[in-house]
């Protein structure tokens, strides 16, 4: 047993605190994540239409007389193609490069 007496109305007060600050926690997670879903979705949206627009330039240029090895040679991504991977820089077998001063 305590040898200090608690008073009850102190005791309930920091347990509200308690209690609204996990509140508070758990809705600020919410918010947080319905601000991303948001983003998401305008960006999933933005996607499709560029996905499109692209699409029809890409027909826009076969219609104007170009073939698609053509317009692959010239860098310009295919519809529907990977993206190309950037590719690593490598230094030569026992070569340092020197440390910024």
């Known amino acids: 047993m305590s ?8 005791a309930a007060a920091k347990a509200r605190q308690i209690i609204e600050a996990d509140v ?9 994540l319905a601000d991303a879903a948001n ?9 499709k239409e560029a996905t499109a627009a692209h699409e029809r330039a890409w027909s826009a240029a076969i219609s104007a007389g170009w073939s698609e090895k053509d317009l692959r040679a010239t860098g310009v ?9 950037p590719r690593k820089r490598r230094t030569a077998p026992g070569v ?4 910024a001063e």
């Open 3 to 10: 040898d200090v007496n608690v008073n009850p109305e102190e």
């Open 24 to 32: 508070n926690t758990r809705v600020e997670a919410v918010r947080s």
């Open 39 to 47: 983003r998401f979705d305008t960006a999933e949206q933005q996607l």
């Open 77 to 85: 991504r295919a519809p529907g193609a990977s993206p190309p991977r």
């Open 96 to 99: 340092q490069l020197a440390a």
